[in-house]
Structures are given as C-alpha cells and as structure tokens.
C-alpha cells in the first residue's frame, strides 16, 4: 500500500481500491454490492452468481495485508435490503467469520438502508473517527474532513493514443482547510462514474482543487480533475 497525506495524518492506499489508516488499524471500503448477481438474476438478467465471494475474498486479503482491527463499510455494501438473505452458504460462512474477528462498522447507504443488520457487526448512519466523517455520499457543503462512498469514481485517461479507465479517489481541498475525499467502489461488480463528472465536482464543494489519486509505481499519483477561478 502507498502512503499520502490527509486530514493531516499519514494514510495508505491499495491497488485493490481499500484505504486504511495505521493510526488505528481502520480498513475503509466504499460500495461492496453483495449479491448483486443475485439481484439481476430474479429480474431476468443472469449473472455468474460469485461476485460475492470474490468480493468478501477482496476483504479478508486486505485484512489480512494490513492487519486492520476495524472494518468501517461506506454503504451500499449489500445490493438491496434482501442480499443478506440471498447470500449462499459459504459467502454467507465467509462474511460472518469476517464480521466475528474484527471490529464491524456499516454505514448506511441508498441501496441498503437497513440491509447489514441481518449481517453481523454495527450498524450506523454515519460515524465519526478521528476527527474525520464516514458516510456513505459526500454532503455538498460540509467543511470538515470527509470520507464517502456512493460515486464509484473513475479517471479516464488517453496514453499513448489509448483510453484507460481506472477506479480513483477524489480528493478535494478548500481554502478552509478542510478535505474530502470518495472512495472508489470496492466490489468486483461495480461499474463507475468519470471522476470529472459534474455530479461528482458539485458534491465535492466548496473546494479551491478537486484531483484524482490512483496509486502506481509506488506512489500516489494525482490527476487536476477541477480548479476554482482565481
């Protein structure tokens, strides 16, 4: 994991789209969609139904990588209010071993208002740690340091005449001081949103810079998405 700045504390950002913080072994993931398959599938539209247990399998690597003590969920970690009980039996063994050995924090997001209840852990609105907001989607407006989900950012990029896309933070400061940033969606069924898109930029303000962070070669590279008028 790559090391960076924010809210003026040492954080690490993962390939594998987690962030984590060392201060207090807390592992952040944004967006999971369990049982999203499942979903399509009783809507007529047939997916391989693992997308699940790749994803809880996503969770436990990180775990185990980081060594996290605290898993804070930034909503939309089920699909719908009924994942819990579509979750098949070892994806169901899977989460319930994960939720028993650390300390399990969901937040609520648009998909799955009351979902985790059913899945083991605490369930909350929105907390605060450290000095820093977890929610599950940005509040424009808000002026103290900010972690939230809900977007699934992605930077598009032309290299080399080629077009790459990949999931991004989105990080913003303002000249109060305060920073926020998006997680990128963490579940091996998630689509995305172009990072640059307005939506995204709006509820991001007020902001001086909005960039994109992508961890590579060992570092955390930034991408202006956005910059307030002098």
């Known amino acids: 994991m790559v090391p960076f700045s924010f809210a003026g ?3 690490l950002l993962g ?3 987690a962030l984590y913080r060392p201060r207090d072994a807390a592992l952040l993931l944004a967006d999971l969609h369990l049982e999203k398959a499942s979903f399509f599938a009783r809507h007529g ?4 139904p693992y997308d699940s247990r790749a994803t809880l399998e996503g969770v436990a690597l990180a775990i185990r990588r980081t060594g996290a003590r605290r898993v804070f969920c930034l909503g939309d970690s089920f699909h719908d209010n ?4 579509r979750l098949e039996p070892h994806a169901a063994g899977m989460l319930a071993a994960l939720t028993r050995a650390v300390d399990w924090v969901w937040i609520t997001g648009n998909h799955d208002s009351r979902a ?3 899945a083991g852990g605490t ?3 929105e907390i605060e740690i450290g000095g820093v907001i977890l929610r599950h989607q940005a509040r424009r407006g808000e002026t103290r ?3 939230s989900g809900h977007y699934h950012p992605r930077l598009h990029l032309t290299v080399r005449g080629r077009r790459i896309v990949r999931p991004c933070l989105v990080a913003s400061a303002s000249e109060t001081g305060g920073q926020r940033m998006i997680l990128p969606a963490f579940g091996s069924l998630t689509g995305g949103m172009d990072a640059a898109d307005p939506a995204i930029l709006a509820a991001m303000q007020p ?3 909005i960039d994109a962070l992508i961890a590579a070669g060992g570092k955390v590279a930034r991408f202006p998405l956005w910059r307030a008028a002098a």
Request: no cysteine; net charge negative; hydrophobic share 45%.
């Open 9 to 11: 504390e040492e954080w």
């Open 15 to 17: 390939a594998d789209r």
């Open 45 to 48: 539209q047939m997916l391989p």
């Open 82 to 85: 009924h994942g819990p009980q």
């Open 116 to 118: 985790e209840a059913a």
């Open 123 to 125: 369930l909350v609105d």
């Open 145 to 147: 340091a900010e972690l």
């Open 207 to 209: 902001a001086q810079a």
